[in-house]
């Protein structure tokens, strides 16, 4: 598929009407969905034919852009059951088989690498502190492959920091930096748009590299 037909494709997917505030519920636009899922397969072949769970999936941009670039399975969790349905919804609208399940990411049971690729835009924990550290601990525990996430740049140093130190990744690569705008979702955003910059970042979790040659 080219990129911009899944950016248009991501474009008709319905998102948040009542976002809840205390959960960071806002959506990845279109444009940087797209090009997040087309680098991660064109780039590094994380997507294809690969088992891919998109972490704290809110209404499934993510999950369903993996499934629109031929992902063999795409599982969406949220904690949120009313995202959930409505990421159904979309998947269902494109014809897509995604699995959905409901559970605080902190509470999520997978022992081992039950997954090749984890995308996701986690909560920048400016809500509840650490909340995007929680994200990348558990993704970079049940990844076999890569984590696929968006952090604050401002967060950069610290989020390498806690990758490469604390969450046992074997690199943590800054693929790219963007500008996020976040539509005027909140009563307490001034701006009509709160344009932030945001890095997409690319973890290789530490023992599942291929032997080195
Ligand atoms: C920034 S939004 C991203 C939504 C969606 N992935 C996207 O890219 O459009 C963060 C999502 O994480 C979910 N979330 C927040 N805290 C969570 C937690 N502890 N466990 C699971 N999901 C959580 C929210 O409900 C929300 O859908």
């Given at each position: 598929m080219k990129l911009k037909q899944l950016e248009s494709l991501l474009g008709g997917l319905q998102q948040f009407s009542n976002p809840k505030v205390e959960l960071e519920q806002y959506p990845t636009g279109p444009h940087i969905a797209s090009r997040m899922l087309y680098t991660a397969e064109n780039?590094?072949?994380?997507?294809?034919?690969k088992v891919v769970a998109d972490f704290g999936?809110?209404?499934g941009t993510l999950g369903v852009a993996a499934g629109l670039l031929g992902a063999e399975h795409v599982i969406g969790i949220d904690v949120d059951p009313e995202s959930l349905e409505l990421a159904s919804l979309n998947a269902e609208e494109l014809e897509l088989d995604i699995d959905y399940v409901q559970c605080n990411i902190k509470n999520?049971?997978?022992?081992?690498?039950?997954?090749d690729t984890i995308v996701m835009n986690p909560p920048?924990?400016?809500?509840?502190?650490g909340a995007d550290m929680d994200f990348l601990s558990v993704a970079l525990k049940v990844a076999s492959q890569a984590v696929y996430s968006l952090h604050k740049t401002s967060t950069r140093d610290h989020v390498k920091r806690a990758a490469l130190q604390?969450?046992?990744?074997s690199s943590a690569e800054v693929i790219c930096e963007l500008r996020y705008?976040?539509?005027?979702?909140?009563?307490?955003?001034?701006?009509r748009e709160v344009d932030i910059a945001v890095d997409l970042w690319r973890f290789v979790p530490k023992s599942k590299q291929g032997p080195e040659v």
């Open positions: 780039s590094f072949g994380d997507v294809c034919d999936c809110g209404c999520l049971g997978w022992r081992a690498e039950v997954v920048f924990g400016t809500r509840k502190k604390q969450f046992n990744a705008d976040l539509p005027q979702t909140y009563k307490f955003h001034k701006k």
